[in-house]
């Protein structure tokens, strides 16, 4: 615990008090950078490009529409899009009005989608024309959405027998965007992003105005992400899914210009944009990354702008690093988190690395990485007492900070633990600081930069007639890093041989969970591990099947 001064015995300071606002950041690129493009491939097909004075102008309009349409402060609005401008313009139109840009990830389970949006209560969902199947299927089950609104012009909008659609650009054509930002307390809610925990529902980081300010700022600095108006910024990680890294906010903190890829997200697709926008650094999941590695080796092309990407949501491979650096493209190791808008640590050498042989160098940066300035780091036992950083002992990894969650939205209990939030990841922190990650204490398993709930698969699993205990567990998969794998204890009695069950259990899956999650395979066992409390041990299943093989 630190000590405190009680503010009768401070003199206190003459400085401006002046709110971190989300929309000050676009009026700064607007004042500074107004004439610097942003790029977009939209879902029609087609490259859309305009400024950042053309999207601080719409996005006062969509200030207006959401008046218009009686949305208020506090109030939830949520987005199923891809990364584009007019998403851009709802990040800041919804924020900056005081209302919460909640942010919605198409790739969950259609049960959990209408979960979190009636957990969140969204007034209004604007979504991608590709979605609309998705929504018409959501309707019924999300009675607080009042409109429907789709981000297309009048001449692309689908018909839907089902739902009231209303066009997005109709709708800001409408408005003349004279409106003033307001100014209210940084500590204002302004955007809403679910992350699949271990107790199989999404729970909700709502962040605030503050928290995503000195997020963007921290961020962007040099040795962090290093952003600034000299760069061509494509951000490739999904603005769905933890603010893709920051940043739509850190770009026009910095003025950078962004280059959004939208719904195409393979090897070439991402070539051809990096090298017509001239883009010099993105940011995204290894997944993504090794479409476009094998594109480019398959087809001997050659980057000339692009320089650096930043790899995180799981662990960047070796070889990843390696294969980047033949193509002159310098690979930057981050970690983070939902709970913490996300970034938390970058991997970077400082002067005294420089001189240090390569090897070395790789060693450092292929850890996670120390800690952005504004947040703190300690690894504890399993009786929470604090280990030493000392690259070599490993334990729970504790955060705390300015933009870490202190609660999970209108959730009774808070996950804190003595003001430290427990991250789930289990890691090792050298002298330097330097956070290694080892293993995850939390159940899910990450697969292509996106969750799935071990917990929801166990249930499953376990209605299956012939299952009598199941536990799922993470196996390593070249493409995806992480699959699901079912270990499985059989009912006494059941004779059917392993293979036609094995092919039965995956079957019981369809229709139950999203398809992506269905278990790559089932392994049988006639013992589980238990702790003392009956838990499934996960700990000793990953060591059993540490070395299993996943049919390609
Ligand atoms: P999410 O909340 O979906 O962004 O997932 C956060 C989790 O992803 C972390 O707690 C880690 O388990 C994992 N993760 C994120 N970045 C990395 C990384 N660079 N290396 C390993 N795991 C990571």
């Known amino acids: 615990m630190h000590p405190t001064i009680a503010p009768s015995a401070l003199l206190m300071s003459q400085m401006m008090s002046q709110p971190m606002m989300i929309s000050s950041l676009l009026t700064h690129a607007k004042n500074n950078y107004g004439t610097t493009e942003i790029v977009s491939r939209r879902t029609e097909g087609d490259i859309h490009r305009y400024t950042y004075a053309d999207c601080e102008q719409r996005a006062r309009q969509v200030a207006q529409m959401l008046s218009r349409l009686g949305v208020g402060p506090g109030d939830r609005v949520g987005t199923l899009a891809w990364n584009g401008y007019r998403h851009l313009e709802l990040y800041y139109g919804i924020s900056g009005s005081g209302s919460v840009c909640h942010t919605i990830n198409p790739r969950l389970f259609e049960e959990q989608i209408s979960y979190i949006i009636n957990h969140a209560e969204d007034k209004v969902i604007f979504f991608d024309v590709s979605f ?46 004279d409106y003033d ?19 199989g529902r999404p729970k909700g980081a709502l962040y605030s105005h503050r928290s995503t300010v000195l997020h963007a700022y921290a961020s962007a600095l040099p040795g962090s992400l290093s952003i600034s ?71 001997k092309r050659t980057f000339h702008t692009f320089k650096r990407t930043v790899i995180g949501g799981s662990t960047c491979p ?12 310098q690979v930057v190791h981050a970690w983070g988190m939902t709970e913490l808008s996300p970034i938390g640590t970058v991997a970077g050498l400082k002067a005294a690395d420089l001189s240090k042989p390569r090897a070395e160098q790789d060693h450092i940066l292929q850890k996670q990485g120390r800690s952005l300035y504004g947040i703190e780091m300690k690894i504890v036992d399993g009786e929470g007492q604090q280990l030493p950083n000392d690259g070599k002992a490993f334990g729970d990894l504790l955060v705390k900070g300015a933009w870490v969650i202190n609660n999970y939205f209108r959730a009774e209990q808070s996950p804190l633990v003595d003001g430290w939030f427990p991250t789930g990841d289990v890691s090792t922190i050298d002298a330097d600081g ?9 159940d899910v398993i990450k697969s292509g930069g996106e969750w799935i ?31 699901p794998l079912l270990v499985v204890v059989k009912k006494p009695g059941v004779t059917q041989d392993e293979d036609t069950l094995k092919k039965d259990i995956q079957t019981f899956f369809e229709g139950k969970v999203a398809k992506w999650w269905i278990p790559d395979d089932v392994s049988f066992i006639d013992k589980m591990p238990l702790t003392a409390t009956g838990k499934l041990m996960k700990l000793s299943l990953r060591e059993m099947f540490k070395d299993h093989r996943l049919e390609q």
């Open 181 to 199: 930002w307001p100014v209210f307390d940084e500590c204002a809610a302004s955007a809403l992003c679910y992350t699949s925990g271990t107790t």
């Open 434 to 442: 330097n956070m290694q990650i080892t293993d995850r204490s939390k």
């Open 453 to 483: 709930s071990s917990i929801d698969i166990e249930n499953v699993a376990v209605a299956h007639p012939a299952v009598l205990i199941a536990a799922c567990i993470a196996v390593h998969h070249p493409k995806w890093d992480e699959r």
């Open 132 to 177: 609309l199947a998705l929504i018409e299927k959501m309707l019924p089950q999300c009675p607080t959405v009042q409109h429907w609104i789709c981000l297309s012009d009048a001449d692309n909008m689908p018909a839907s027998d089902f739902v009231k659609l209303a066009c997005y650009e109709t709708l800001i054509a409408e408005e003349q965007g």
């Open 318 to 329: 070796a070889a990843m690093m390696e294969s980047f650096r033949e193509y002159g493209v």
């Open 229 to 299: 108006s000299a760069e061509v910024i494509m951000p490739v990680v999904p603005m769905f899914h933890v603010n893709a890294w920051g940043t739509p906010y850190s770009c026009p903190m910095t003025g950078a210009k962004i280059v959004f890829p939208g719904a195409k997200l393979d090897g070439e697709s991402l070539f051809e944009l990096i090298d017509s926008e001239r883009v010099t650094m993105s940011a995204g999941v290894p997944t993504i990354w090794a479409g476009l590695l094998q594109y480019v080796k398959e087809n």
